[in-house]
């Protein structure tokens, strides 16, 4: 299996534990990862489950990582993280 199969299958994986509120073991899942790639699985989330399921994700990760990936973010999507976290 490619590295691409894997991250789309872990994605599949994090979104389901996100729709079942399962978010430490979507948060376990994704700090699996390194920093760019989280934002990248950030972004997937924000398109499939909304910024909600995503803020809540990010308000329980570590302030280093979350930090870190808050830069690797698209401007809109910081944007819109810190105006639902402020909220």
Known sequence: MDNET???LAIQQIL???DAK???RAR???LKYNTVDIAEILEEIIE???IEKTIILFRIFP???AAEVFAYLPIDDQVEIISGITD
Do not use: H, P, R, T
Request: charged share 45%; aromatic share 12%.
């Open 16 to 18: 389901e534990f996100l």
């Open 22 to 24: 399962k978010y430490s």
């Open 48 to 50: 499939e489950l909304g």
């Open 6 to 8: 894997a991250m789309d």
């Open 28 to 30: 376990d899942e994704i």
């Open 63 to 65: 302030k280093d990582v």
